[in-house]
């Protein structure tokens, strides 16, 4: 199933990087303006997750957010802070302090450009297409659950406690009212982005009607400074790198995860495909930078990214300006941004939801083996109950484990008397042996039937590890047992040379195949065969 097509995207909204215009700015621009407003109750919300000041949100969601736009592996992707990380980060701030949080980052940063040199990036291949559902699914899912946290409010002691009355009344009408306007507006004309339109317009309507509803103000300010440079205020020992190493480690496992993610999931709505390495590069670089600035650290964020590439936004231009427009937010715009009803802004993250998830998907789940089934609901639950790395780590393991165990039941044998050994018995392998299916392998012979010679043809077989050549021994040490005589024909070099050591008769092909195994390692370092 192509997952862009889950997406609520108009091709007319498409704007080609060849022949930029004046329409491309404009477009651009008008969307990193959309995503930067969307992003200031994100950053400060997460920030108030990890226990840290709420411009440690906003710096990170800057310089994040820009750094990974001009160089990251895929233009309209949006990075900064994330509640995927803010979750991991609040025992460390917690238990050591802010300033190990900032070298944290640092670290985490450095961990993921090693990953981004070392290519480590390509290997977001193996996510099979029914954990990308499911992460889509299970981050729509909890990026629509965090904003029910925007309906909440403190009391005098200081507890957290859901609005009520005519507020909740109120809040609940302009998120409905945001969403409408969302939807209907492209219908009437595509001049303007519908996103940017009912924020603005929900904004003047809660101030000329003089409402009482929570604002962006309310959740703190958002005014600031530029961010200064500092080195984190930590001792630089070894017992600091014990304590720091391990959080660095996690939020780098998962930032690289939801960006590489995201990354698909951005090339699959704008045709575009690589950058993986480049993205790990980019992550990295912006967190290690992040952390000197007094930055909580980011990644990739699927909901302002899909808000970003709805708007039209193509381009690192968008990214860019998103980025700028946050930093001028910071500087100079603060008093205004403080204005924008929460529920504006709440009612734009439901349309992502809306748009994110993968509705397509709930069709098919009758319709693809229960296995793919299967997956792609764990993978949503866990990605709710857990986090994204752990979901999609669980995802890989248990798709790999079904794979195993439908190739363990591939494997057969074509049984025929040799054309050119008179009374010999030819059994010709069909299917992968691996050790799933070597007990299968086993199976299929009958040693005290069978004729004095045995030929057994892997020409339409893949022998893939230890287990397979062991088995392979196992059998013929079978038939040597009855003083019958075994050949193996069409296997590899490498086989060769292991089944030779354990004393079995090898016949050597001119169509040999010559696929490598993995098994090669073991011949060098002698562990398998004497």
Known sequence: MDIAKSFSFNSQNYIPMEGASFSLFRVEILSGLTVALALVPEAIAFAFVAGVAPLSGLYAAFIVGLITAIVGGRPGMISGATGALAVVMV????????????????????????????????????????????????LAIVIGISQLSQFKTFNSLGESVWITGDTL???????????????LLPKITKALPATLVAILATTILVLVLKINIPSVGDLASVKGGLPN??????????????IIFPYAFILASIGLIESLLTLNLVGEITNKRGGASQECLAQGLANTVTGFFGGMGGCAMIG??????????????????????????????????????????????????????????????????????????????????EDLAVAVIVGIIVSALVFAWKSASRIRAIERPSKTEKGAKVYEIEGPLFFSSTNSFLEIFNPSEDPEVIIIDFARSKVIDQSALKAIEDIADKYNSFRKKVKLRHLTRDCHK???????????????PDY??????????????K
């Open 169 to 183: 009344i109120y809040s609940i009408g302009f998120v409905i009212l945001t969403m409408l306007i969302i939807w």
């Open 304 to 385: 302002q990214s899909m808000i970003n590439v709805k708007s039209g936004g193509r381009t690192r231009i968008a990214g860019i300006a998103a980025a700028l427009f946050l930093l001028i937010f910071i500087l100079y715009a603060s008093s205004y941004i403080e204005m924008i009803p929460i529920a504006a802004l709440v009612g734009v993250m439901f349309m992502v939801v809306i748009a994110t998830f993968a509705w397509n998907s709930l069709k098919i789940l009758f319709f693809v083996p229960k296995s793919d089934a299967l997956v792609t609901i764990l993978v949503t639950v866990v990605t709710v109950l």
């Open 516 to 529: 490598g195994m993995a098994i090669d390692y073991s011949v060098k370092l002698g562990i398998f065969g």
């Open 91 to 138: 025992a460390l701030v917690m238990d050591h302090g802010v300033e190990y949080l900032f070298a944290t980052v640092v670290l985490m940063g450095i961990l993921q450009l090693i990953a981004g040199v070392f290519k480590l990036g390509k290997f977001i291949r193996m996510v099979p297409q029914p954990v990308m559902l499911g992460f889509v699914n299970g």
């Open 498 to 512: 292991l089944l030779r050591r354990s004393g079995q008769l090898v016949v050597d092909s001119d169509d040999d």
């Open 229 to 242: 440079f500092s080195i984190p205020n930590i001792p630089l020992n070894f017992e600091t790198l014990k």
